[in-house]
């Protein structure tokens, strides 16, 4: 009762809305997206590769959001997201069903509370200031440090997340993930905080995650911070142009120095600044000409000998044609240059379809996304 009362005065403030007459309603929604894809070095002897694939623009997923008005401006809301590979039907996340999101919450005058599982408010940056808007997160996904800056959409398991309502274009957020460790409310333990600011055709935001480990991993003990990462945009729009420009910083305190000395994957550095910077230009309402350019440096900690900074480079060129508001055609085109560490390759992450050494990768995508 008393939690109850506590979100009802944060988000409504009004002791009247139990006694409001309600109202609901269920909106069923997705995206299908599939290319045709050709990549020039894949696997251990770099060889070219043909593809069909689902999701490089666009995550295809499928989705349930909700709302039942309770009055006086509060309303209970939920969303139950799943994401899927088009070409063959399968699940994008084996054995869970709704791996997008699943979360149910209040929204009120002053915010919205969610808990269940999403993702923190990094990814409302990529999607504003980033080339994850423009080229989709699995063609970006691997030159942002393989997502471990976030900015792709990456979700934590029972999370609690707050957003303010907007006031004067300045919009806050708040994010607790519980680690639900017996005993050490540290262990797996995520927090994260974020904000944008939009007035005209200017908006900036920013944002910051970290975690700490579940359970120990020597020398690291369950408890200790895995990851920092923070990142600042800004983009400006100017006539049909839209300026964006993005610098994240991302930091990894409890990976040890490595004992190879070779080429190794890049996400095994210690830390990583990411550079993002492009254009959407729309030459009218229907045709729109991109472009960016991803540099990733990396640091890397040697017991041996070995290079210690590590860099990938990644330059996209794209047109995308709308042929409706819900339909579009896409032809993109990636290159992507690694330095002193395997190049992780373009499309996807976890190395997935790339090269086996630091050789140039060059791709090439068309394809056709309906969203409904």
Known sequence: MCAYAFAHAALAQSPAAASA????????????DMSLVYTSKVGPDNGSRASLDSGDAMASRIGLRGREELGDGLAAIFQLETGFAGDDGAMATPGTLFDRKSVVGLAGRFGTLTVGRQTDYLEEIGQQYTSFQIFGGGGVRAAHFNSLDRITGARSNNSLRFDTAEYGGLRGSFYYGAGEVAGSTRSGQSLGVGGNFRRGNVGVGAAYFQSKLASDALPARAGDTELKTFTLGASYQAGPAKLFAAWSQIRRPTQQPLASSGLVAITSATRAN??????????????????????DRADLSRAAGGATRGSTTQVNLGVDLLLSKRTDVYAMASRQQARDVLNPGIISAAYSSAPADDSSQNVLRVGLRHKF
């Open 274 to 295: 990411v550079l993002d910077v492009g254009v959407d230009y729309a030459l009218d309402s229907k045709l729109h000409l991109l472009a960016s350019v991803i540099h």
């Open 21 to 32: 007459a309600s109202s609901s309603s269920v909106t069923v929604y997705g995206v299908i």
